[in-house]
């Protein structure tokens, strides 16, 4: 039997202070450096000439204020607060590395899915198909109100949206554009079949889509998905199955649909590879 080879993935956010409380405060830090593009950069280089599969970036769209009834601790300690949009530096990251993967965290409880939907296809072309998506329900009460809710949406209810989500995203990914619609013929004044690109007129008790999905077909179509969840109630991502017992990040490339029933539990660290390290 072969070794299994060894994946690193770097683990990060694009704040201040991420998990290592207080480490902006050690004399020569670079966390500061966050909102400077060449942090970024500067990041993905090292990480990928030193073997890094993966740079991770987590993410929160709300403040920490629960402690006290305020945000003051989090903004005074600089707890995940400022925070910027990961998904942002992922395109000049992925400019300056040729094969570091990069997985980025977005919820499914804020935002409806049309325009995630085309901005991950977004990502996945500019990155060739290095992009990840995190998928996460989100668990702070100020995130909710940050989205004209009056409070945090009920656990289970959030995974159920979050399967509507994902149907949503799976069949603008993969059902809107075939894969030979896009024909770039300039002879002929044809760039894309429009009897190859299909509306989804998904109608659901969450989101009403017509579509057809404003991006062609990048590499990955779905991009690989990592699910982050302690619970054994995760959305319908097929091959990326919910862990029994501790918080565990698990990816999965899906290409398989429909959404039920769930497939077996699938080995994490080969579906990263197999998405994420594929020859070029
Ligand atoms: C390891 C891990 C990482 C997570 N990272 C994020 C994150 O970056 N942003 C976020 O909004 N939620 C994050 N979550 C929260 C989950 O999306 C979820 O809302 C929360 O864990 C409660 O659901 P559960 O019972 O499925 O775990 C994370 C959860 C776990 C276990």
């Not at 998990?19 to 670079?30: D, S």
């Not at 980025?104 to 804020?110: D, G, N, P, Q």
């Amino acid at each position: 039997m072969s070794p299994k080879p060894l994946i690193l993935n770097l683990f990060e956010m694009n704040c201040v202070g991420h998990i290592t409380h207080g480490l902006w405060r050690l004399p020569g830090n670079n966390r500061h450096r966050y909102t400077d593009l060449t942090y970024w950069t500067e990041l993905a280089r090292i990480a990928e000439s030193g073997g890094f599969t993966a740079i991770f970036l987590a993410d929160v769209v709300g403040a920490y204020d629960t402690y006290g009834g305020s945000a003051e601790t989090a903004l005074q300690e600089g707890l995940q607060i400022p925070n910027n949009d990961p998904m942002l530096v992922v395109p000049a990251m992925a400019a300056v590395t040729e094969r570091l993967g990069f997985g980025i965290t977005f919820s499914t409880s804020y935002e409806p899915p049309f325009a995630f939907a085309r901005r991950m296809s977004t990502l996945d072309h500019l990155t060739r198909g290095r992009v990840g998506w995190n998928i996460v329900t989100s668990y702070l009460p100020n995130a909710a109100r940050n989205f004209g809710l009056a409070e945090e949406i009920e656990h289970d209810h959030r995974y159920e949206i979050a399967d509507e989500y994902l149907e949503v995203l799976y069949k603008l990914w993969e059902g809107s554009w075939e894969e030979d619609a896009v024909l770039r013929d300039a002879e002929a004044g044809i760039y894309a079949d429009p009897a190859k690109v299909h509306r989804i007129d998904h109608v659901g008790e969450n989101f009403s889509v017509a579509g057809p999905h404003l991006s062609e077909p990048s590499p990955q179509r779905t991009p690989t998905l990592i699910l982050a969840t302690a619970s054994r109630r995760a959305p319908c991502a097929p091959g990326a199955m919910p862990s029994s017992s501790s918080p565990t990040a698990r990816c999965s490339s899906a290409r398989s649909r429909p959404c039920a029933p769930r497939p077996r539990r699938r080995a994490v660290i080969p579906r990263i590879r197999s998405s994420w390290s594929r020859p070029r």
